[in-house]
């Protein structure tokens, strides 16, 4: 019962935590619908290899959703859901990690299609963007893989996992400002090359300020993933019989 009233009692501490986990929510409606409206409305939609300009578009569109947007949201999933059993959120985080995987590999595929399939085909991996791109998607892998091998599987001991989570925590925001980094400076080629209504027509254009909006939101969204996650005393606890709770950092670091 005292852990029970101890557990009610923590839970006003976690209400900035709360409302960050609700504004990161409204950065990334902003960031889907500017994005939506830039693609569908104004570049012409998706397309496929027939197609390679619009197949491009695909390429933005699963990159922002899988590195930013779900990478994201299983990065604070613990926090933000802090009184949802552990092992659904354990297995919620791996499955949206799994799923951002899967989605930007198709990302990048479109991207090479988009060169590969032009009258002239354009080079690969030319510019600082691809990259940045290529390094952020390979680390992710390893990222990924060494998670799965610690945390999913039943062979590490709790020992190991405990001293692998403060690494682990670590390599997914160096991640996702990695991707931030490498969306930024994608978007910026796409504005220079291929918004001819400010580099040719010198004028403000719907598809520019949409495009704006699209960047803004997120870099909102990955400033209120790492204030959410910055914060140790905001460490996902044990909730009553899941175990004991945690006494110091080292302890919790198996937590979140």
Not at 27 to 35: D, K
Not at 40 to 46: M, P
Not at 83 to 98: E, N
Not at 135 to 147: A, H, P, V
Request: net charge positive; charged share 15%.
């Amino acid at each position: 019962m005292g852990n029970l009233n101890n557990f009610s009692m923590s839970e006003n501490k976690y209400e900035v935590c709360t409302v960050l986990y609700w504004v990161q929510k409204i950065f990334a409606t902003t960031m889907f619908i500017s994005l939506v409206t830039w693609i569908f409305g104004h570049a012409g939609g998706v397309g496929f290899q027939d197609e390679p300009k619009l197949e491009f578009n695909f390429h933005p569109m699963l990159m922002s959703f899988a590195f930013i947007f779900i990478n994201g949201e299983a990065i604070t999933l613990y926090r933000g859901c802090r009184y949802v059993a552990k092992k659904r959120t354990k297995a919620a985080h791996g499955i949206l990690q799994f799923s951002g995987l899967i989605l930007a590999s198709f990302g990048l595929k479109a991207a090479w299609d988009s060169h590969n399939y032009e009258a002239k085909p354009i080079p690969n991996l030319y510019s600082f963007h691809s990259w940045m791109g290529i390094t952020t998607f390979s680390i992710f892998i390893l990222q990924f893989l060494g998670g799965f091998l610690t945390y999913a599987l039943p062979y590490a001991s709790m020992d190991l996992r405990k001293k692998a989570m403060p690494y682990h925590r670590l390599g997914g925001i160096v991640i996702l400002l990695m991707t931030l980094t490498s969306a930024m400076l994608g978007y910026s080629e796409k504005a220079a090359w291929a918004f001819k209504c400010w580099t040719v027509d010198k004028k403000f254009c719907p598809i520019l300020f949409f495009g704006n909006i699209f960047a803004l939101s997120m870099v909102c969204y990955v400033i209120t993933v790492f204030l959410i996650v910055i914060q140790p005393e905001w460490i996902r606890k044990p909730l009553p019989g899941e175990g004991p709770v945690p006494v110091n950092e080292e302890e919790s670091a198996h937590e979140d």
